[in-house]
């Protein structure tokens, strides 16, 4: 990483002496030039160093739309197609985490992994008794390398600099933290992805697999196999396509979080995919946040003083809740105001277009303390932390596929406080859905 740090801004300096006696379309040809070096440079140490710095480059690969193309194209190659570990240690890590032979486990395993990312990569298998599943290996000694990544902050703050300059990293290093030091753990990921799995059996459009427990263990997760295309191909799909796509994510967020009071908190496309039955298939479930229903009355609380447009009852909340810092010197509607854009979706009762400057707009806002006076005065507590990834993952998918709906609407069928009838044919069959897991469950008592 040091000689990465060097390496860059040497080539910086080099650009911008030659850059002083170039002409405009020199210029801007010896720039395009640094961004595609910068780009290649970067993602060519993170692909090979795995753990937490890989995974911080996935994670930017989709967060800014501001961010040099030649960087935002060369990141996003992380999220899928990361270099793999060598198929003999792959196998033999399978067959030592779950302490039997692979011939005595699995009818066939491919030792080429059909996905590679930083802390794992899933190979294609067959059980014996003829399932086709998804077996996730992790990779040997990378709980020692992301600790080792993790207590260098300073080296990934000035990787954050590289990709997001102007950037302060405080925060994100701090969820950043928490969240890759969760996923080292596939046993907990196998009672989260369960526990999604139930939730959401039989939905007509999301699908979470099935963990196979008998073939999971720490570092081994084993679970059905999906059959399917990379979300990104979504992008090049008719726009009505792109709108179901968008609503179905959108429903899958919010259901489990005002329904299930959970959060499944890395909404990013390396963790969708397109099944060929037409439905969503939602995979890697490492961080999950569990909340207690007063904290889900939390945000309920902030939703309903922002659509009801009471700045007052905002600001109250706000305080109460310890996202505003009491005695901020601004005014109610000063703080109603600044707030305003994390809500905007849902704010009216009628059709709203999420775009990438949307999403972009809320990255700055969230982490530009240097020009948003009101953020300084703002705060994240433990409760909300987690929840940030919406508007930095979700919200920045969405506006990626331009999508358009009354969210407003839609939301009020996810909201408990409203559970009013459906907006969408997606939300008739989700409601059709929900009667008959209410009749299935009346039915068993």
């Known amino acids: 990483m040091a000689r990465l740090v060097v390496r860059r801004a040497t080539d910086r300096s080099f650009t911008r002496a030659r850059s002083r006696m170039a002409g405009d379309e020199r210029r801007r040809h010896l720039q395009a030039e640094l961004e595609r070096r910068e780009a290649a440079d970067v993602v060519a140490a993170l692909g ?13 690969s989709y967060l800014d739309e501001g961010m040099p193309e030649p960087m935002r194209e060369a990141l996003a190659g992380l999220r899928a197609d990361a270099p793999p570990m060598p198929p003999d240690l792959a196998l033999t890590e399978i ?21 590679a990312a930083s802390i794992g990569q899933v190979h294609r298998g067959v ?10 290996v992790q990779y040997p000694g990378i709980a020692d390398a992301i600790r080792a990544d993790l207590d260098n902050s300073e080296t990934i703050a ?14 994100l290093m701090v969820e950043l933290r928490a969240r890759i030091t969760e996923e080292l753990d596939y046993r907990r990921e196998a009672d989260n992805q369960r526990r999604f799995a139930d939730d959401f059996r039989g939905h007509p459009h999301i699908w979470v697999p099935d963990v196979i427990g008998e073939l999971s263990a720490g570092s081994v997760l084993t679970t059905e196999f999906v059959d399917g295309e990379r979300f990104e191909a979504i992008y090049d799909r008719p726009q009505p396509e792109r709108e179901r796509v968008g609503e179905v994510l959108y429903r899958f967020v919010f259901r489990s979080l005002n329904r299930n009071f959970v959060f499944n908190g890395d909404p990013h496309p390396g963790n969708y995919l397109l099944a060929h039955d037409g439905r969503i298939a939602f995979l890697d479930f490492g961080l999950v946040k569990h909340f207690h229903p007063d904290e889900i009355e939390q945000f309920a609380r902030l939703i309903r003083a922002m659509v009801e447009r009471d700045p007052a009852a905002f600001r109250r909340t706000a305080e109460e809740v310890a996202v505003l810092r009491p005695g901020a010197p601004f005014a109610d509607d000063e703080i109603f105001d600044w707030f305003t854009a994390y809500y905007e979706l849902i704010l009216d009762d009628q059709p709203v277009t999420v775009t990438s400057e949307y999403s972009a707009q809320l990255l700055r806002r969230t982490f530009d303390a240097k020009t948003n006076a009101i953020l300084k005065h703002t705060n994240v507590p433990p409760t909300f932390a987690l929840i940030q990834r919406i508007n930095l ?11 358009t709906a009354n969210w407003r609407a839609i939301s009020e069928e996810l909201w408990a406080w409203t559970d009013a009838e459906p907006s969408t044919p997606i939300g008739v069959d989700e409601a059709r859905w929900v ?5 299935i469950s009346e039915g068993g008592r």
Do not use: C, N, W, Y
Not at 158 to 171: A, K, S, W, Y
């Open 158 to 171: 000035m990787l954050l600099g590289i990709v997001f300059p102007g950037l302060d990293p405080t925060e």
């Open 435 to 439: 009667a008959a897991r209410s009749a």
């Open 127 to 136: 059980t014996l008794d003829g399932r086709e599943v998804a077996v996730k």
């Open 95 to 115: 067959e030592t985490a779950l302490g039997s032979p692979l011939h005595q486990l699995f009818s066939e395993i491919d030792p080429e992994p059909v996905a």
């Open 48 to 60: 090979h160093m795995k753990g937490a710095m890989m995974k911080l480059g996935q994670m930017a």
């Open 393 to 403: 993952g979700l919200f920045s998918l969405m506006g990626k596929l331009e999508v």
